[in-house]
T-cell receptor, first 114, second 110 residues
Framework: DAGVTQSPTHLIKTRGQQVTLRCSPK?????VSWYQQALGQGPQFIFQ???????QRGNFPDRFSGHQFPNYSSELNVNALLLGDSALYLC?????????????FGPGTRLLVL | GQSLEQPSEVTAVEGAIVQINCTYQ??????LSWYQQHDGGAPTFLSY????GLEETGRFSSFLSRSDSYGYLLLQELQMKDSASYFC???????????FGTGTKLQVIP
């Protein structure tokens, strides 16, 4: 049973560029949440997708957008990258028969903006 | 606003017991979770408390007092592999709108 997978593992971009990160949830899960984790900090909630719609959103600008596909996989898009967007981006899945309160995290995508 | 407070660092001896506290102030509350994160790794779910009291899972236990907006994670029989960062997280908006604390870095020494 594959866990949560994310791609790519590492990414280097320059300011102003756009980036797309991908996530496949754990088998049986239907909900995907995205987090940003700066070095030495806790993960910050970006948004959550369920049934292909954004269900909850944290305090992030509209430059951060996402999508969920019918197979429950998800993308996180960040436009007009800033240096401050450099972080580890984590995807977490939950739901289905597993119950809602347990989130399973993927290994993350480490984004560096130069 | 939402805020969670945890000690930034804790050091404990192998085989001992350590308690990591978390106090929270959130606009809503559904439950308190604990996660472990090793350097360079992803957070791993440890426990979830929705009701007051103690939940035990092997060497780890978690406690919640909703009236005090307080919880703790108790690690017993510490092992070197327990050296990691531990985060408390509050589910405050339903549908897991989760706010994480800044984390407690636990160092286990021989």
């Amino acid at each position: 049973d594959a866990g949560v997978t994310q791609s790519p593992t590492h990414l280097i971009k320059t300011r102003g560029q756009q980036v797309t990160l991908r996530c496949s949830p754990k088998s049986g899960h239907d909900t995907v949440s995205w987090y940003q984790q700066a070095l030495g900090q806790g993960p910050q909630f970006i948004f959550q997708y369920y049934e292909e719609e954004e269900r909850q959103r944290g305090n992030f600008p509209d430059r951060f957008s996402g999508h969920q596909f019918p197979n429950y996989s998800s993308e996180l898009n960040v436009n007009a990258l800033l240096l401050g967007d450099s972080a580890l981006y984590l995807c977490a899945s939950s739901g289905g028969l597993a119950g809602g309160e347990t989130q399973y995290f993927g290994p993350g995508t480490r984004l560096l903006v130069l | 606003g939402q805020s969670l407070e945890q000690p930034s660092e804790v050091t404990a001896v192998e085989g001992a017991i350590v308690q990591i506290n978390c106090t929270y102030q959130t606009s809503g509350f559904y439950g308190l979770s604990w996660y472990q994160q090793h350097d360079g790794g992803a957070p791993t779910f440890l426990s979830y408390n929705a009701l007051d009291g103690l939940e035990e899972t092997g060497r780890f236990s978690s406690f919640l007092s909703r009236s005090d907006s307080y919880g703790y994670l108790l690690l017993q029989e510490l092992q070197m592999k327990d050296s990691a960062s531990y985060f408390c997280a509050v589910d405050s908006g339903g549908y897991q709108k989760v706010t994480f604390g800044t984390g407690t870095k636990l160092q286990v020494i021989p």
